[in-house]
C-alpha cells in the first residue's frame, strides 16, 4: 500500500504543472529528445527541464532529469528501481547513470542535424556483475531529419556500449506526427551483432499538452530467448511520462 501510495503522489505531482501550462497560450510542440530507446539528434532549450518517469515489467519504475545547462548541451541523470509497483516485496534501487548529449550542428536543406552523447542507462540490472545485460547507448552519434512526407522523421546512428569490447552497434528509428496531438514510433536497436541481439520496438506518444507526453509502446517485439544469466527476455509493455519546460 505504501509503494502504491508513493507512486500516486508521484504522478499527481508530474501531472499538476502539466495541466497548469495547459491553461497559457498554446505552445507549438518541441522537438522529440528521445523515442523510445534510442535518442535523437533535438534537445533541451538552454534553461529546459525535462522529467520522465517509465513503467517497465516486474513493477519496475525508470525515473530521470534532464537540463538544458548551456546553449547545445544537455546534461542528466536516470534511475532505475526494481519492483516498486506491486505487491513484491524486494524493492532494489540502482546506482543513477549519466546523461549528456551535445548537439554540434543544426542541419540543413540535404544534411540532418547532428549530436553527440553519452548515456550508460542500460536494462536488466544483473547484481552480481553490477552491470546492465541491455546496455546502454554509451557513447553515441545521432543524426535526425524529416523525409519524403511533412511530419515524417528519421533518425539513426551509431554507438560504443562498451568500451571493453569496442563493438559499434547501430540504431535506426522514425517517427510520424499528426497535427502535434500523436505520434507514432517505430524503431530498430542494438544493430551488426548476432551475439547481441537487435531489438524492435514500436509505440505512440500522446500530446496531452505540449508540455506533457504519454508514451504507450512494446519493446522487444518478437522476441523470445534467454540472456546469458539464464533471466528470460520476451516482448514488454512499457508505458512513460515526460513532462518537460524551462527555467
Known sequence: MKKISAV????????????????????????????????TAGILDYYGFMMKTRFYSGGGVLGSLNFGVLERLNMGAAMTVDKLIGSDSGIKMHRPEIQVKFRFFDGGYYLPAAAVGYDSQGYYYDAATKK????GKGLYVVGSKEIGVSNLVLHGGFNISDFDNNLYFGFVGF???????LAFILEYDNLFHSDDSSRVNAGTRIYITPYFQLDIGLREIGRNDTLSTGVKRKAERIVQMRYTTSF
Open 175 to 181: 517517427n510520424y506526427t499528426l497535427e502535434d496531438k
Open 132 to 135: 546492465y545485460l541491455e546496455k
Open 8 to 39: 500516486l503522489m508521484f504522478l499527481v505531482l508530474a501531472a499538476v504543472p502539466a495541466m497548469a501550462e495547459s491553461d497559457k497560450k498554446e505552445a507549438v510542440v518541441l522537438p522529440d529528445v528521445e523515442m523510445l530507446d534510442i535518442p
